[in-house]
């Protein structure tokens, strides 16, 4: 699962969300989306965006966290199979 971290961010800068929206020009909902953990997408832009505002690496605002039940299972072959059956 793909974590996004802004929220660690901003309180570790002591930013609110709309000193972030003022800085980067993006849509105060979408920063609570990503604040939140909400987004389902995220624009390559945006990360840009905040980035340069927070003065901070992508490795510091998003990690992934290895799933519980794997999605992908590998097989003795290599081959990939999906854990849906599909």
Known sequence: MI????STKLGELRWTQADLARATGIRPNTIN???HGFAERVSLEH????CE???CKLDELIVRVPNEIP???????G????????
């Open 53 to 55: 505002a927070l003065d």
């Open 3 to 6: 974590r996004i971290l802004l």
């Open 71 to 77: 999605k992908v299972l590998h097989t003795k072959n």
């Open 33 to 35: 989306e990503l604040y």
């Open 79 to 86: 081959s990939l199979i999906s854990s849906n059956g599909k």
């Open 47 to 50: 990360l840009d965006l905040i």
